[in-house]
Antibody
Framework: EVQLVESGGGLVRPGGSLRLSCEAS????????MSWVRQAPGKGLEWVGR??????????DYAAPVKGRFTISRDESKNTLYLQMSSLKIEDTAVYYC???????????WGRGTLVTVSS | EIVLTQSPGTLSLSPGERATLSCRAS???????LAWYQQKPGQAPRVLIY???SRATGIPDRFSGSGSGTDFTLTISGLEPEDFAVYYC??????????FGQGTKLEIK
């Protein structure tokens, strides 16, 4: 089964930037629809954004709280999905998971997550 | 914006019992694109049910989903010790694209 591994989390000041990576164990990004989902400490799950494959048009969609601040991209040659986060806020503190939609409407494969802490 | 409300917030049951978890949507879920996930402490969620009633690959048949429109149910018949976890419902299609419920914690009585 395909494994997803997130990295790049850490401590960042409010207003700062951070880039998360999600590397897949196999070459899936040429056809995979991918999302980022986050979970604040002790809270529920929140969808962050989705990236369609190039074959499906390559569009990205974002949740309202992050639109204009976060950007999803992918590098197929590196089997890696990225989440560029800027103008970070304290409320962006969360574990960030990447997920593969093997069925477009469902989060089928998940990574283990990476923790982002926004604090002064 | 569609909102998913799960009930109860916490469910206390014993192994072997039957669990019934509810997910109610503020508007009709497009094409019944409703999924259920299980999350254990320190782990990523795992999909159990998609399209309201289809079991995901490898999910035991004690897990079943039902419902349509705005009311959906996850039933776990014959609880096993490993089933005690937090469960989330999730919809696809309405704004925002994907929405999760706030979760139901299933705890051992």
């Amino acid at each position: 089964e395909v494994q997803l591994v997130e990295s790049g989390g850490g401590l960042v000041r409010p207003g700062g930037s951070l880039r998360l990576s999600c590397e897949a164990s196999e070459s899936i990004f040429s056809h995979a629809w991918m999302s980022w989902v986050r979970q604040a400490p002790g809270k529920g799950l929140e969808w962050v954004g989705r990236s369609l494959s190039k074959a499906a048009g390559g569009a990205t969609d974002y949740a309202a709280p992050v639109k204009g601040r976060f950007t999803i991209s992918r590098d197929e040659s590196k089997n890696t999905l990225y989440l560029q986060m800027s103008s970070l806020k304290i409320e962006d503190t969360a574990v960030y998971y990447c997920s593969w939609h093997t069925i477009d409407r469902t989060f089928n494969i998940w990574g283990r997550g990476t923790l982002v802490t926004v604090s002064s | 914006e569609i909102v998913l409300t799960q009930s109860p917030g916490t469910l206390s049951l014993s192994p072997g019992e039957r669990a019934t978890l509810s997910c109610r949507a503020s508007q009709s879920v497009s094409s019944n694109y409703l999924a259920w996930y299980q999350q254990k402490p320190g782990q990523a969620p795992r999909v159990l049910i998609y399209d309201a009633s289809s079991r995901a690959t490898g999910i035991p048949d004690r897990f079943s989903g039902s419902g349509s429109g705005t009311d959906f149910t996850l039933t776990i018949s014959g609880l096993e010790p490993e089933d005690f976890a937090v469960y989330y419902c999730q919809q696809y299609g309405s704004s925002p694209l994907y929405t999760f419920g706030q979760g139901t914690k299933l705890e051992i009585k």
